[in-house]
């Protein structure tokens, strides 16, 4: 990312949260810039979920402050934020077609349903599923499921993208190869994303900045190479090991069977 | 869940005010009338009824005769779910649905069905010229079979249905021998969920006034004696002694099957052990169900007999418009209180959704003629007694927990991140219930209206007690007929709920697999 035109898109200023007496989220604050893609990392229960459910409004935080181009979101509604998440598991309207699931809160929203219809339609063939729109989600392939989701959410015109482990369900080259779209679907319509993750190589690969969480709290929040040339402790020095590893094996891979990337 | 962000906290309130709705409506339709029952025993009741000479040989008899009639209907159910989902028979298809005909009439018939055969004027006592030896405990412990060993076939066929092949196998290559395998391996499967069955069975045919009604003679069980005291003689405080003593082994049953429950479920996908295909077990397995079949529809056959061998002045069209009225209105408002009931419990987590699942299935533990005697203690000042609108909210009341549990379970099978893609989308939960969630609970609540149509169509328990001359379904006629000493219209009557039933049944088979093609298989 250009240095010089960083804008502040959003804003947490001590956000904390509690589960039953344990700390979910020790006042965490971090700024986010516009068009940036923002990996969160950490083991699972580091806090990265409550985080996101947080930034999203389905779950109120204890306390702290959250700001959307300035203004407070801190108790607006999901739907108020202009805000989109994609799930791990996609979460897809079993019983519409892949155009209706991308068409419903559209056209839910307004009076122009044929308009709605056609800028679904618009938005599928921009992901590459223009054949797949009759069809219900059962009958799609998970990178495929994955792509009616980011549409469905895409095609509302969010500011900001929410990913929650979207890769996990997925096999290594379906993954591999939708990381490689995700960032051509940033790059091209810079939409502010923010991506949670367990998988170091996936978060490291895709960003512009890393912020790496342990126990509630976050330990470090830079550009993949200043992680790597200055991780901030231990833990984190162990994440960027685990990074080169697996860039050494794909390296081998690449070797041995001439595989890209 | 905290709730510091006001919104939130509407949102919080809503749910838990409809939470509290839903859960006043159960209250009513089942806590407050056994609550009301249970306040009717007095202590002299107790003495009357623990005073009588005959309490003793009343409870011997229930005892013996549920036991029998339990062991042996498990034991054929689980021999016909090993022939059916074990070896490689032909005719499955139409076996399974011979095998259920059972469960579409009501348990009265049963016992009618032994009387046109084996009574003193039977089919078969006069054409073998044999004197008859069905009343009391032979014929009641052989109508209970074949009222409850469908149940228990069904259970045991869904438990074999999910076991896995692969310790059998192991087994097969490590050359244990067969009878070993079963012992190690079976019986240990088997036996949490025999346990289950074993007290559900136990417990329908401990309840049922129908059978020893028709057979029984002089052998007198609980179940009827209850009956009797209430609907002969209007003692309502023994009537309610006698429904506590019912209602403990429901209740037993119930909690072991609460416990059984969590216990059993695996995650693990598993793949049920090969039929078997060698000629043996084949044959032998063929003649069981063959056999098991005849048993099952020589009664049915012989309501034909009877019932076109004579002309009828009854005339039967009034009861059976009652019957219908009930039925389809308890199974359209039974399926619709499933499933926003499910809605509630299964997708949103609140202490509040615990305590209403615990009272939606509750129902389950409560014997349809202790219920239906509940309903006469607390509603009988009221506006509703004496109408339609009792009879369907007691059959909602008593069949409501299968049904929810069926739309629970598939509710919890659905993403549970539905509700915040709703949120995000900004559709309301309301909008996405219906929109969503409901079309896609399409075939769960076919299956649901179907079984508290059939269940309503057939019942004598809840009703008897609250059914009037102007409201008496068709299902109770056979009680009056019985009385009356007029067989040939009670085998019409029992004809008549079959036929209604399979229809049903049938109409539902053909909807349900366009209801499937809509939700394909996941194909990854």
Known sequence: MDALKKTVKLSLRGVSRTYGGRAALESVSFDVYEGEFLSILGPSGCGKTTLLRILIGLLPPDGGRILLDGRDITSARPSERNMGIVFQNYALFENMTVLQNVAYALALHTKDKRGAREEARRMLAYMGMEEQIGKKPAELSGGQQQRVAIARTLVLKPEIILFDEPMSALDVDTRIALRRELKKLQRETGITMIYVTHDQEEAFALSDRVMIMENARIVQLDTPEEISLHPANDYVRTFVLDNLRAKVESIRRFVRDGDED | ?524
């Open chain 2, 1 to 524: 869940m905290k709730t510091d962000t006001p919104r939130a906290g509407r949102r919080f309130r809503a749910d838990g005010v409809t939470k509290l709705l839903f859960f006043s409506l159960f209250a009513a339709l089942v806590l407050l009338p056994l609550f009301r029952m249970l306040t009717n025993l007095s202590r002299e009741s107790f003495d009357k009824v623990f005073g009588s000479p005959v309490i003793g040989e009343i409870l011997q008899n229930s005892l013996l005769s549920a036991l029998a009639g339990t062991v042996i209907s498990v034991l054929i159910a689980y021999l016909l779910a090993l022939a059916m989902q074990r070896t490689a028979i032909r005719g499955k298809a139409f076996f399974s649905v011979i095998l259920v005909l059972p469960m579409l009439i009501p348990s009265v018939s049963h016992g009618m069905g032994l009387i046109l055969l084996f009574g003193n004027n039977g089919i078969l006592t006069r054409l073998l010229g044999l004197s008859s030896g069905i009343y009391g405990f032979p014929g009641i412990v052989c109508g209970s079979v074949l009222y409850a060993f469908p149940v228990a076939f069904i259970m045991l066929s869904d438990i074999l249905r999910y076991e896995d092949g692969a310790p059998y196998e192991a087994a097969t290559v490590l050359g244990i021998p067969r009878a070993r395998q079963f012992f190690r391996i079976s019986l240990p499967f088997l036996a949490r969920p025999l346990v289950s069955v074993f007290f559900a069975a136990f417990t329908m045919i401990l309840t049922d006034y129908g059978v020893p009604l028709m057979v029984g003679g002089r052998y007198k069980t609980l179940a009827i004696v209850m009956y009797q005291e209430v609907i002969g003689q209007l003692h309502f405080g023994e009537g309610s002694v006698y429904g506590l003593i019912l209602l403990l082994p429901a209740v037993l049953a119930f909690l072991v099957d609460l416990f059984n429950r969590g216990a059993g479920n695996s995650a693990f996908v598993t793949r049920p052990p090969e039929p078997s295909r060698r000629p043996a077990p084949r044959i032998l397995a063929s003649f069981f169900v063959i056999a098991v079949s005849l048993f099952t529809l020589l009664p049915v056959v012989s309501f034909i007999i009877l019932g076109f061998a004579e002309n009828y002045p009854t005339d039967l069209s009034f009861s059976l418009v009652n019957s219908l009225v009930i039925t389809a209105l308890t199974a359209a408002l039974g399926t619709a209180l499933g499933f926003f009931t499910s809605y509630l419990t299964a997708r949103s987590r609140s202490p509040l959704s615990s305590l209403l699942h615990l009272v939606a299935i509750t129902a389950m533990a409560v014997p349809g003629l202790v219920l239906g005697l509940s309903y006469v203690l607390l509603y009988k000042a009221s506006a509703v007694y004496g109408t339609l609108v009792i009879l369907i909210m007691v059959n909602t009341a008593h069949f409501i927990a299968s049904p929810y549990l069926m739309m629970y379970n598939s509710f919890c099978k659905l993403n549970g991140n539905l509700e915040a893609v709703g949120e995000t989308l900004g559709v309301g939960r309301v909008r996405m219930l219906f929109d969503v969630f409901l079309p896609q609970s399409a075939p769960t609540l076919l299956e649901m209206f179907s079984y508290f149509f059939v269940n309503s169509m057939m019942t004598i328990s809840a009703v008897s007690f609250l059914a009037n001359a102007s409201t008496k379904p068709i299902s109770l006629m056979i009680n009056q007929f019985e009385a009356q000493m007029q067989l040939e219209n009670a085998a019409v009557v029992s004809l008549l709920i079959l036929l209604v039933n399979l229809a049903l049944k049938g109409a539902v088979a053909l909807l349900k697999p366009s209801f499937l093609k809509k939700r394909r298989q996941k194909t990854f």
